[in-house]
């Protein structure tokens, strides 16, 4: 192992045991999605197994498994599909994730489910994604359930698309079929605000391996990299270090010991930006100003920290400042507002309507809420949108407004996806209604809103 990797101890919930990942400096955070039987568990189970990132019971369970169904070969979906539910029907149910590394890069990957019930499983894999491996079968081509992913990764903000035209052996590695479906495909990105260089196709096979680690003689018309050469080459944007600094308390340290009798400090994880020592900093929604005195970490005292670390923030003066607070640039502060548009992202069986009373939990702050507006449904099929309607139903999106009971510290979500974006609750039993971005960032969407 290089000196530029580390260790990294992964639980391997198959196995019961620990797994150490060779941990790089360049990360890759990538979800799946697509429909049923498109290939999803297999794809991402080739990738596991090609790439040696298979304990041995763990693949020694799969042919067991295999030979009991009456398959010669191993079905590598069984390495993904963890839930007995989703072994027994062949689909995938919740989002599994896996780690894997190469020797050029580590992954942290989120297999989606592809059943249109499951769609707000999507949603919860794809949200800290930096890349996104949307699969269709070559016989079927782009479908609605296709058209609906790439909308629900483009409102996300996932900023690079892979379009896997997998089964390519059944279509007998026809060049014709992968070009219609990649033409037809990128219509829909572009028309979804994705350039054609954040778009990449390419023809596989899951099954058989082709164009998943390494390129397929079989595909002699196909001239890109295989699908984990561009995983592992594809440029990747770090957390913006140069964004406004956001703090979300979610815990007020007071250990009051005799080695510690005065210490009092701020836990979180910095949402975004860059805190240091010294900094002038505002708490909100109060008002309340300071400056930093220690920037606290697991490792001790540093001199700065930036976004994704887990720190502990210690002011030079006592302030209340309690659970929910935000602690923030004083040179770059956030809107602090009980009333705001967003974009949802439906996500329950009991629809939206207007006036309907709900929770809103944006960062470690949770307040009750009404929509009292919808303004627009967006229709990811046809890339248009409905004023004013009636409802939202389950998966579809929309612009809504909200009237909070508490002022929240907010920002826009294509400028901060961590301070801009919050879920819904529902106020009688707590379950997820919806995910929602503050603003209008699905471009098809803003521009009907705006025209």
């Not at 763990?58 to 839930?83: E, F, I, N, Y």
């Not at 409802?391 to 510290?409: A, D, H, Q, Y």
């Amino acid at each position: 192992m290089s000196d530029e990797t580390e260790t990294l101890t992964r639980f391997a919930p198959d196995s019961g045991t620990e797994v150490a990942l060779p941990v790089h400096t360049d990360l890759l955070r990538l979800a799946t999605a697509g429909s049923v039987d498109d290939g999803k568990s297999t794809l991402v189970g080739r990738l596991l197994h090609d790439t040696k990132s298979v304990l041995a019971d763990q693949l020694d369970a799969v042919h067991r498994a295999s030979a009991d169904r009456g398959l010669s070969t191993p079905d590598l979906s069984l390495l993904v599909d963890g839930l007995r539910a989703e072994r027994e029907q062949g689909i995938t149910i919740d989002v599994a994730y896996r780690y894997f590394a190469t020797g050029k890069r580590t992954f942290v990957l989120a297999d989606t489910p592809g059943h249109v019930q499951y769609t707000r499983n999507t949603v919860t894999g794809a949200s800290t994604a930096q890349l996104a491996v949307l699969l269709v079968d070559a016989r079927k081509g782009v479908v609605e359930q296709t058209r609906r992913h790439a909308a629900v990764l483009a409102l996300l903000g996932v900023p690079r698309l892979v379009l896997a035209i997998n089964k390519i052996d059944m279509v007998d590695f026809d060049e014709s079929v992968h070009t219609a479906i990649a033409q037809d495909f990128a219509r829909h990105a572009r028309a979804l605000g994705y350039s054609d260089e954040n778009v990449v196709t390419v023809p596989v096979s899951a099954l058989h391996g082709d164009n998943v680690v390494e390129r397929s003689e079989r595909t002699p018309w196909y001239e890109g990299p295989a699908l984990l050469e561009h995983l592992e080459t594809v440029p990747v944007a770090p957390d913006p270090h140069d964004a406004p600094f956001r703090l979300p308390v979610q815990y007020v340290i007071r250990p009051r010991t005799a080695e510690h009798p005065d210490y009092r400090g701020y836990a979180g994880q910095v949402a975004a930006g860059v805190v240091n020592e010294g900094d002038e900093v505002v708490v909100l929604p109060g008002g309340a100003r300071s400056r930093v005195s220690m920037v606290d970490t697991p490792d001790g005292p540093a001199q700065s920290a930036a976004a994704g670390r887990s720190v502990t923030v210690l002011l030079e003066d006592d302030l209340d400042i309690a659970r929910g607070d935000v602690i923030v640039a004083a040179d770059n502060q956030p809107s602090v507002t009980d009333e705001f548009d967003a974009t949802v992202c439906w996500l329950a069986e009991k629809p939206l309507s207007p006036r309907a009373k709900v929770l809103i939990k944006h960062g470690a702050r949770t307040v009750q809420a009404m929509a009292t507006e919808l303004a627009t449904r967006f229709d990811e099929q046809e890339l248009s949108s409905v004023d004013a309607p009636e409802r939202l139903e389950l998966n579809e999106i929309g612009k809504v407004r909200f009237r909070t009971s508490e002022s929240l510290p907010i920002d826009e979500y294509a400028a901060s996806r961590r301070t801009g974006s919050f879920i819904v609750l529902d106020p009688s039993d707590g379950s997820t209604l919806a995910a929602g971005l503050i603003g209008v960032p699905l471009a098809p969407l803003a521009s009907a809103v705006t025209r």
